[in-house]
């Protein structure tokens, strides 16, 4: 089915550790982009793609590298998990940067003890 | 940096009006709106862009004020289905900041 697809749903990972959260999206948008949702922030713009090969940082992007080799994926990696990164991710896509339509996944709910 | 919006949160009977507020401190080119329910994704609603006109959704409807750096979300005759946290979200980069929500709760 089109769509954009996050795996996993939920992780639980030990601080120090190395994780990586998966976006994936079958409409060959240009943009992708992640966000983390805190309680109490809202929304955050982490990094952003504006197409393979190309990736930009975004408001918070302190302890997470980005990847994009293929214009259907956006790995999301966390080299050295901290506590403060316990969040919930969400990856979105759009066919235009902003101000087009972004399109979200379902989102990843990752903690971090 | 992240638009404000008000209320935090608004409780309502079925069948009654609310309005959502979203300003910035920052020049506006375009407002979006989105709206989430409890574990799941935000979904797209609306977006005014500047110089547009007032957009509409079914009963829910918004307004950009560019020389306030403003806008509303109107929301008709609610219906339970309405119930979410809304986020106005404003241009950052070639992405969005999103205000820290509303919550909006429709009881029967």
């Known amino acids: 089915d089109a769509g954009i697809t996050q795996s996993p749903r939920y992780k639980i990972t030990e601080t120090g550790r190395q994780v990586t959260l998966m976006c994936h999206q079958t409409w060959s948008h240009s943009y992708m982009f992640w966000y983390r949702q805190d309680l109490g922030h809202g929304l955050r713009l982490i990094y952003y793609s504006a197409a393979a090969d190309i990736t930009d940082k975004g408001e918070v992007p302190d302890g997470y590298v980005v990847s994009r080799s293929k214009t259907e994926n956006f790995p999301l990696t966390l080299e050295s998990a901290t506590r403060s990164q316990t969040s919930v991710y969400f990856c979105?896509?759009?066919?235009?940067?902003?101000?087009?339509?972004?399109?979200f996944g379902d989102g990843t709910r990752l903690s971090i003890l | 940096q992240q638009p404000v919006q008000s209320p935090q949160a608004v409780i309502l009977r079925e069948g009654e009006d609310a309005v959502i507020n979203c300003s910035s401190s920052?020049?506006?080119?375009?407002v979006h709106w989105y709206r989430q329910k409890h574990g799941e994704a935000p979904v797209f609603l609306m977006i005014?862009?500047?110089?547009?006109e007032q957009k509409g959704h079914d009963k829910i409807s918004a307004s950009f004020n560019e020389k306030k750096q403003q806008s509303s979300l109107y929301l008709t005759a609610s219906q339970l289905s309405y119930s979410g946290t809304y986020f106005c979200g404003t241009e950052v980069l070639d992405g969005l900041t999103f205000g820290k929500g509303t919550h909006l709760i429709i009881q029967p």
């Open positions: 920052k020049a506006l080119y375009s």
């Open positions: 979105a896509s759009s066919p235009t940067k902003a101000p087009g339509t972004q399109h």
């Open positions: 005014l862009l500047k110089g547009g």
